[in-house]
């Protein structure tokens, strides 16, 4: 569907953060994974995170979904093979993850991760890479470091290497699956750590079931080295916080027009990467006011541009395009070139669409020179839920915008457009 975007006045009440994405993931792969029945307090149902639970249920985990809460059977780590190829559609946190899962099966066994056209495009070589290292066979079925994925179970541990600067969810895969391998595991992350707040998010998660593990920087910002033995999750009564990324539209939008608005759900010590978004909109100019639980916005909608790196937050680089697109002055974007292997090429895919609604943008490889001020047209969302809802916000400013193939917001934030509506009236 096309998704006509007209200007709004302001931006007032108060609004419910929905549940994390990445949290949701973790969760209900950690919970799959544990002894026991876990109580998962209001989880996201998305498309993405539905993917994931799905999966772990071809994987032997028994899940009963309630609008409020999830209640799962774990496995103890007994996973089973499918009796098919798992299709977890536009995914990559699902299939990057639970394709070291999906090597603590029993050996000899096989399963396949699929994905649609996009996931099918996702780089895995340097996951397939550490977990062969730790004697797991795992293979590109085109042989081109993409899905499809097929995995035999056996997953030996020992010690392996990954780059810290392509993917966390490389890094987050092999720490969840690690408790279940034979041998201890010790993953050593060279080089710079980029998107590292994910993988705390990872660590407080199976934390919270019981997984010990031993963390060690060696005092050297270049390296950073994690050690989990084996063992069992356990599980546990898990409340799922809002989502920082979801809520970073809300946020944008308050920030960007006369506002006043209390959004709830959102948590002051959250370790989610994108909490940054509250420090980036008082830079600009708004008035922010932060609880224990929830965030207090007000703006008059005048807003000035800065230069910012988004290495550790990279899922904000539209939301923070559109930002400073609307702000005045230029800005310059850097540290995001491993937003160009996310559903799509997002660095790219942003220049092109600001360029097509007016805005002067220079695109370089890790970021965007952003100035100018947007004027309207037709913006192509290229299937990608947060282009889609980072386009919407701006529309909201400045109108005349038509966004084409909108309904994949679905993908993180089901009901974005009743949430928008509710703070736009």
């Given at each position: 569907m096309d998704l006509q975007v007209e200007k709004v006045d302001k931006v007032c009440g108060e609004i419910k953060a929905p549940a994390s994405k990445s949290y949701s993931h973790r969760a209900f792969i950690a919970a799959a994974l544990a002894e026991g029945q876990s109580i998962l307090r209001d989880p996201l149902y998305s498309e993405d995170t539905l993917a994931t639970l799905q999966a772990c249920e071809k994987l032997g985990a028994l899940f009963q979904r309630f609008p409020d809460k999830c209640i799962v059977q774990g496995t103890a780590g007994y996973i089973r093979t499918p009796e098919n190829v798992i299709d977890v559609k536009n995914s990559g946190t699902s299939v990057?993850?639970?394709?070291?899962?999906?090597?603590?099966?029993?050996?000899?066994?096989?399963?396949?991760?699929?994905?649609?056209?996009?996931?099918r495009t996702r780089p895995m070589q340097y996951l397939i890479n550490a977990l062969t290292n730790l004697g797991v066979t795992i293979v590109s079925s085109q042989n081109n470091g993409t899905?499809?994925?097929?995995?035999?179970?056996?997953?030996?541990?020992?010690?392996?290497?990954?780059?810290?600067?392509?993917?966390?969810?490389?890094?987050?895969?092999?720490?969840?699956?690690?408790?279940?391998a034979k041998r201890p595991v010790t993953l050593n992350v060279k080089g710079k750590f980029v998107s590292k707040p994910y993988v705390n998010m990872t660590l407080?998660?199976?934390?919270?079931?019981?997984?010990?593990?031993?963390?060690?920087?060696?005092?050297?910002?270049?390296?950073?080295?994690?050690?989990?033995?084996?063992?069992?999750?356990?599980?546990?009564?898990?409340?799922?916080?809002?989502?920082?990324?979801?809520?970073?539209y809300m946020i944008a939008a308050a920030a960007l027009l006369k506002s006043d608005i209390i959004i709830k759900n959102l948590y002051e010590d959250s370790m989610q990467g994108d909490k940054v978004i509250v420090d980036i909109i008082r830079r600009m100019g708004a008035e922010v006011e932060v609880s224990e639980t929830e965030i207090h916005i007000?703006?008059?909608?005048?807003?000035?541009?800065?230069?910012?790196?988004?290495?550790?937050?990279?899922?904000l680089l539209p939301t923070v395009a559109i930002l400073m697109a609307a702000a005045d002055g230029s800005s310059t974007i850097t540290g995001v070139e491993h937003a160009r292997f996310k559903?799509?090429?997002?660095?790219?895919?942003?220049?092109?669409?600001?360029?097509?609604?007016?805005?002067?943008?220079?695109?370089?490889?890790?970021?965007?020179?952003?100035?100018?001020?947007?004027?309207?047209?037709?913006?192509?969302?290229?299937?990608?839920?947060?282009?889609?809802?980072?386009f919407y916000v701006l529309g909201l400013k400045i109108g005349h915008i038509t966004i084409?193939?909108?309904?994949?917001?679905?993908?993180?934030?089901?009901?974005?457009?009743?949430?928008m509506d509710q703070i736009t009236q």
């Open positions: 990057r993850i639970l394709s070291s899962v999906a090597a603590i099966a029993p050996r000899a066994n096989y399963t396949i991760f699929t994905g649609d056209e996009s996931l899905p499809p994925i097929i995995v035999k179970g056996g997953f030996d541990g020992g010690k392996t290497d990954i780059k810290g600067n392509v993917s966390s969810q490389f890094i987050s895969s092999i720490l969840m699956a690690a408790p279940y407080s998660v199976i934390s919270k079931f019981g997984i010990d593990f031993e963390y060690d920087t060696s005092n050297q910002p270049e390296y950073s080295s994690y050690y989990i033995e084996p063992q069992t999750y356990e599980c546990t009564d898990y409340t799922i916080e809002g989502d920082y990324s979801s809520a970073s007000k703006s008059d909608g005048n807003l000035k541009a800065f230069d910012i790196n988004l290495a550790n937050a990279p899922d559903e799509t090429d997002r660095v790219h895919n942003c220049a092109a669409e600001l360029a097509s609604v007016g805005v002067d943008v220079e695109e370089f490889q890790d970021g965007l020179k952003i100035s100018g001020k947007p004027t309207g047209g037709i913006v192509n969302s290229y299937l990608d839920h947060r282009m889609v809802m980072a084409q193939d909108a309904a994949c917001y679905d993908v993180s934030f089901p009901n974005f457009l009743e949430v």
